[in-house]
C-alpha cells in the first residue's frame, strides 16, 4: 500500500477483529481488497437489458448476416468487399444519435415481429463508394460529404432493400418474418423511433470496399425486440438450426437432377512430348493394362466403378462389378450442394430483377 495513502475505518475495523482471531492483518487486508475487485458500478439511468447468453445469440445471427451482405456486394461492386462483425454494444439512443455525423445514410425499418422500428446505418464515404462502382467507376469516394441527391438515395434505397432481406433471413433462425424498409433520412436528428433515454442494442460490422474501409451500424431499441426476448438464446439458435423435410426433400431433387461427366479410361501411357508430335495413323501405344481387365469409370474424374468391357446391342458397353460407395456418396453430396447454392444464388438473382422493375413502374 503506498504510504500517502490512508486506511478506511472499515480496512482497520477489519484488521483489529483478525488481530483478535489470530489472523495475519496482511492477509485480511488482501482479501478485503480482492472482494471490492469483484464489485462493479451499475448504472441505474442506464440499465442493462440484455443477458450474455441473449448479446451472444444475437453476435451469431449478425455474424451470419455480415457474410451475406460481403458475398452479394462483392457481386454487386465487382470487387472483393470484406465485411465482418466488429462489436456490439448497449448504450441509450440518444448516445447512438450523437455519434453519428450529419449527413450520413439511414434507413428505417419495421417487421410484424417487432414492437417498434430498427435503423440500418451507413457512412456515405461507403455509400459513394458503392454507388461508384454500381455505376461502372472506380469505387473513389467523395473529398467532401454532401446530402445525397434523389438519384443516389434511390440507389441506396434498393441496396438497403437488398440488405434488410438478408437480415431477415439470418433471423430466420429464431423467428421467420419479413421486413419492411419504412422511411430514409441523412440527419440522425430527425430519427425518432425510440424516447431519448431507453437502451439500444448496437450491432457494428466492418465493412472494406478496395481501400475505402467503413461501418454498418444496426440499432434495435430495447423494446422493439421485446418480443423476441425469449427467443434469443443459443439454445434456440441450436434446435431451430436444422434442416427441415422440405430442405432435405429438396436437396434430394436435387441430387436427383444432377448431371456428371462419365468416363471410360481404357488405360494409360507416358510418352516424350517429340513421340507425341510424330504420332501417325496406324500407329501402336502400349497402355498400362490388358485387354481382358476391368478398367476405371471415373466420375467427374474420380475412379467410382471397376467395369468390363464388352458389347450390349450393338454398341461397346460395361459392366459394372466393383463400386466404391463412399467415394461416390461424397462425390454427389459435393455435387448436389453445388447445385443447390447455384439455385438459390440464381433465386436471388430473380429478386434482384424483379425490384427493380418494381421501381421503374413506380
Not at 26 to 34: A, D, G, P, S, Y
Not at 171 to 198: G, K, M, Y
Not at 320 to 338: G, P, T
Request: hydrophobic share 35%; glycine share 4%.
Amino acid at each position: 500500500m503506498p504510504e500517502d495513502e490512508a486506511l478506511t475505518q472499515e480496512e482497520i475495523d477489519s484488521i483489529l477483529k483478525s488481530m483478535s482471531s489470530g489472523e495475519p492483518a496482511e492477509k485480511v487486508l488482501e482479501e478485503f481488497e480482492e472482494e471490492n475487485k469483484r464489485v462493479k458500478e451499475y448504472d441505474f439511468r442506464r440499465p442493462m437489458k440484455f443477458s450474455r447468453e441473449q448479446l451472444r445469440t444475437l453476435q451469431l445471427i449478425h455474424e451470419s448476416f455480415a457474410r451475406e451482405i460481403s458475398t452479394y456486394l462483392s457481386g454487386r461492386c465487382r470487387t472483393f468487399v470484406d465485411v465482418k462483425y466488429a462489436s456490439i454494444d448497449q448504450i441509450t439512443f440518444s448516445e447512438f444519435q450523437k455519434s453519428l455525423n450529419s449527413p450520413t445514410y439511414i434507413a428505417i425499418f419495421s417487421s410484424e415481429a417487432f414492437a417498434g422500428s430498427g435503423i440500418l446505418q451507413m457512412g456515405l464515404d461507403l455509400g459513394y463508394t458503392i454507388i461508384d462502382r454500381l455505376l461502372g467507376g472506380s469505387g473513389t469516394p467523395l473529398e467532401e460529404s454532401r446530402v445525397p441527391t434523389e438519384i443516389e438515395m434511390n440507389i441506396l434505397k434498393k441496396e438497403s432493400a437488398v440488405m434488410l432481406r438478408m437480415l431477415a433471413r439470418s433471423w430466420s433462425n429464431i423467428e421467420e418474418f419479413d421486413i419492411n424498409l419504412e422511411n430514409l433520412e441523412t440527419n440522425p436528428q430527425f430519427v425518432q423511433v425510440a424516447p431519448s433515454n431507453e437502451m439500444t442494442i448496437l450491432i457494428t460490422l466492418s465493412i472494406t470496399i478496395r481501400n475505402v474501409q467503413g461501418f454498418i451500424n444496426l440499432c434495435f431499441p430495447s423494446s422493439t425486440l421485446e418480443p423476441l426476448n425469449d427467443k434469443l438464446t443459443t439454445r434456440m439458435w441450436t434446435t431451430t438450426y436444422r434442416h427441415t423435410e422440405e430442405f432435405r426433400e429438396n436437396l434430394k431433387q436435387t441430387l436427383m437432377l444432377s448431371k456428371l461427366n462419365l468416363s471410360a479410361i481404357l488405360g494409360k501411357a507416358v510418352i516424350s512430348l517429340s513421340d507425341f508430335f510424330n504420332l501417325e495413323i496406324g500407329d501402336v501405344i502400349r497402355l498400362d493394362s490388358f485387354y481382358d481387365e476391368p478398367i476405371d469409370l471415373e466420375i467427374e474424374n474420380h475412379p467410382i466403378f471397376k467395369v468390363k468391357i464388352g458389347k450390349s446391342k450393338g454398341f461397346y458397353a460395361g459392366e459394372i462389378i466393383q463400386k466404391n460407395k463412399e467415394l461416390l456418396e461424397k462425390l454427389l453430396v459435393e455435387e448436389s450442394m453445388r447445385e443447390y447454392s447455384k439455385r438459390n444464388k440464381d433465386h436471388l438473382n430473380k429478386e434482384k430483377e424483379t425490384t427493380v422493375g418494381d421501381e421503374k413502374n413506380a
